[in-house]
């Protein structure tokens, strides 16, 4: 159930056309770029003060290139490596907080076994288009062990949750200003997608619950 998308990334942002951001995009991010109110839980792991300032200057290299495109820069604290999204929705949604309990009681015994033994071991691979919502930094595991756990971490969450489609792993860096862009400007953006070399060591205790009220607004709750 993972998915490293490697023919897929290369060319994510298609050249020589308008770029047009994803129509649901417009329920996380506002038309000046604001982060909306949007509540619901994750599972993720943490990410180390250093690793996370390595990515704050690939996230400002973006911003150079692409600026005008992108929304509200993403705080350092809130680069995380998803596991598995559980609940979310717009403000008001009928018995979003009651599915968000009911999925984090659930969660909560799956993490708790998952949470020792070796770090996983992950290493990016490139800066990409994700579905015309975000841009974002991909990753795979570096060896045999690290993709097999992750793997099985992924389905059980599957189990609390059903998405329905595989795991690509990655580090959200930053959301699209929903909009019409046109070719010269997603030129620019595509030029600031490249090949990034990095590992990253996943401690097994920074795998975390999180309740998050936009999409730069995180708080560990278990």
């Known amino acids: ?16 056309e308008d770029f047009c951001t994803h129509g649901q995009l417009v329920k996380k991010v506002g038309p000046d770029g604001v982060l909306l109110p949007y509540p619901g839980n994750t ?17 400002e290299e973006l911003y150079a290139a692409a600026g005008p495109m992108l929304a509200e820069r993403l705080r350092d604290e809130s680069f995380h490596m998803t ?17 968000m309990s009911a999925a984090a009681a659930l969660a909560r015994p799956i993490l708790a076994r998952h949470r020792q033994g070796p770090a996983l071991r992950m290493r990016a691979t490139r800066l990409f ?16 062990d690290s993709y097999a756990r992750l793997d099985a971490m992924y389905l059980e969450l599957e189990e609390v949750k059903r998405l329905g489609y595989a ?3 990655h580090i959200t860096m930053a959301y699209y200003r929903p909009g019409r862009y046109s070719a010269a400007q997603a030129a620019r953006l595509a030029s600031a997608l490249r090949p990034v070399e990095l590992e990253l060591s996943l401690a097994m205790e920074d795998l975390v619950l999180q309740d998050f009220t ?4 995180y708080t560990t709750v278990f």
């Open 1 to 16: 159930m993972l998915n490293t998308l490697d023919d897929y990334i290369p060319n994510s942002v298609p050249l020589h």
């Open 43 to 59: 599972a993720v792991f943490l990410l180390g003060e250093h690793e996370r300032g390595l990515l704050a200057g690939l996230r």
């Open 83 to 99: 596991l598995h999204g559980l609940e979310d929705g717009v403000p008001g949604t009928p018995g979003l907080a009651e599915r």
């Open 129 to 144: 288009n994700m579905l015309h919502t975000s841009v974002v930094l991909g990753l795979a595991p570096a060896d045999g």
């Open 167 to 169: 795991l690509t792993p």
């Open 214 to 217: 936009d999409m730069n607004r």
